[in-house]
């Protein structure tokens, strides 16, 4: 019954590793985005697919790449991984413009 | 540039009382706004929302005031209880795939 759901949950890897997170929505929605939650929680969006077109891609670092083989998924493959991005990243997904479901969360640390 | 913010970082109420979120916006083209509420260790969950056109809509326990003179946005929530603690996010909507949240609000409910 989940909605949205990521994996992993929890990802530690080190400094200049490459490591992928995977998203997957069963609402039927159209939309999908990639959030970015700081220690502060400060949510900041990194990336929105309307139907796998990507629509924002935030002044996010050339080492995030979004992919989204289909409507349902929308997975972040991030390149050499630095301190800095060390975060809780959030997969969320909508209908259209409509209020956003958002996944649990991946916290990703990175030694 | 655009900015949604909240005037408050933290609230703390006593349980019972009832609570009140601000959110300020900048972008006066903005036509859509959500509340979400995060628990801890989950992701945000959406409360309620309100279009534009409307000044007030309410929820169960909850009601959104829109005031388009002054950009302002609040959530009231009634009765407030333990299980209301979380942080809570104002977010606009400006089409699909187009969001932008405020820095959240943490609110503690005292028993």
């Known amino acids: 019954d989940t909605a949205v759901s990521q994996t992993p949950k929890y990802l530690v890897t080190q400094m200049g590793n490459d490591k992928s997170i995977k998203c997957e929505q069963n609402l039927g929605h159209d939309t999908m985005y990639w959030y970015k939650q700081d220690s502060k929680k400060f949510l900041k969006i990194m990336f929105s697919y309307n139907n796998k077109e990507l629509i924002i891609n935030e002044t996010v670092p050339n080492r995030f790449s979004p992919k989204s083989p289909d409507k349902a998924h929308l997975n972040l493959h991030i390149n050499s991984l630095e301190l800095g991005d060390s975060a809780v990243y959030f997969c969320a997904s909508s209908l259209s413009s409509y209020e956003q479901y958002f996944g649990p969360g991946t916290r990703l640390t990175v030694t | 540039g655009e900015s949604v913010g909240l005037h408050l970082p933290t609230l703390s109420v006593q349980e019972g009382d009832n609570s009140i979120i601000n959110c300020a916006y900048s972008?006066?083209?903005?036509?859509?706004f959500i509340w979400y509420k995060q628990e801890s260790g989950k992701g945000p969950q959406f409360i309620i929302d309100?279009?534009?056109?409307?000044d007030k809509r309410q929820g169960q326990r909850v009601t959104v005031l829109l005031n388009k003179t002054v950009k302002h946005l609040s959530l009231q929530i009634a009765a407030t209880q333990p299980g209301d603690s979380a942080v809570y996010f104002c977010a606009e909507n400006k089409g699909a795939g187009k969001s932008t949240f405020g820095d959240g609000t943490t609110l503690t409910v005292k028993p």
């Open positions: 309100i279009r534009s056109n409307m």
């Open positions: 972008n006066s083209a903005s036509d859509y």
